[in-house]
């Protein structure tokens, strides 16, 4: 499930320090990001807490893709299998 839709009217700024600022036609929301590995793969881990509709980022993506201008992300939910997906584009 492609969920890159939910967020195409959001403008995402990731920080160096591990901060993310969120920004909306209606308001600026925070939450945090930090690469790790595991299972030897590569992963953005996301937290926006309760944060609606940003709450549905809250995974350790693994990255599929990294460009300087695109990230291609993806999650495999461990109680159905189902795989959801994410891009990040830069403007």
Known sequence: MDET?????YSFTFSNSGNVSVQ???????GSWK????????KLQL????????????????????????????HISGGNGTIDFVIFEKN
């Open 35 to 42: 690469i790790l590995v595991d299972d030897s793969q590569e």
């Open 24 to 30: 909306s036609t209606t308001k600026t929301q925070s």
């Open 47 to 74: 937290d926006f807490t309760n944060q609606e509709p940003l709450r549905e980022l809250n995974e350790d993506w693994e990255i599929l893709e990294a460009t300087t201008n695109k990230i291609r992300l993806q």
């Open 5 to 9: 839709s939910i967020f195409k009217f």
